[in-house]
């Protein structure tokens, strides 16, 4: 059974950090590429980072990038999110996805595989 679990969500303040983390069991990450999106009340979920499964390359919306650092465990089969410099504006359910695509891995909520059930986070002001 292909499962994709995130952990490390909570409460912080502003400029605070944490580290999200996405666990597969049922598939390895080599044939993935691993995408973070994040879901505010009453928005739409947003694509926020990935690692591409063709060259580990890794992309990050334009609002996080330089506060956000996205990586992977190959031996752990895990993928982390360091999220830094956290501001209010963050605070969503943050959901990990898989997608076999071997292009660009920036790709829309519905291309994908494979969701976790999301981790919660709220930045304080």
């Known amino acids: 059974e292909v499962q994709l679990v995130e952990s490390g969500g909570g409460l912080v303040q502003a400029g605070g950090s944490l580290r999200l983390s996405c666990a597969a069991s049922?598939?390895?990450?080599?044939?993935?590429?691993i995408s973070w999106f994040r879901q505010a009340p009453g928005r739409e979920r947003e694509w926020v980072s990935c690692?591409?499964?063709?060259?580990?390359?890794?992309y990050y919306t334009d609002s996080v990038k330089g506060r956000f650092t996205i990586s992977g465990d190959k031996a752990k089969n895990t993928v982390s999110l360091q999220m830094n410099s956290l501001k209010p504006e963050d605070t969503a359910v943050y959901y990990c996805?898989?997608?076999?695509?071997?292009?660009?891995?920036?790709?829309?909520?519905?291309?994908?595989?494979?969701w976790g059930k999301g981790t919660p986070v709220t930045v304080s002001s």
């Open positions: 690692i591409s499964r063709r060259d580990g390359n890794t």
């Open positions: 049922g598939f390895t990450f080599d044939d993935y590429a």
């Open positions: 996805a898989a997608d076999r695509f071997i292009g660009s891995c920036v790709r829309p909520p519905y291309a994908m595989d494979y």
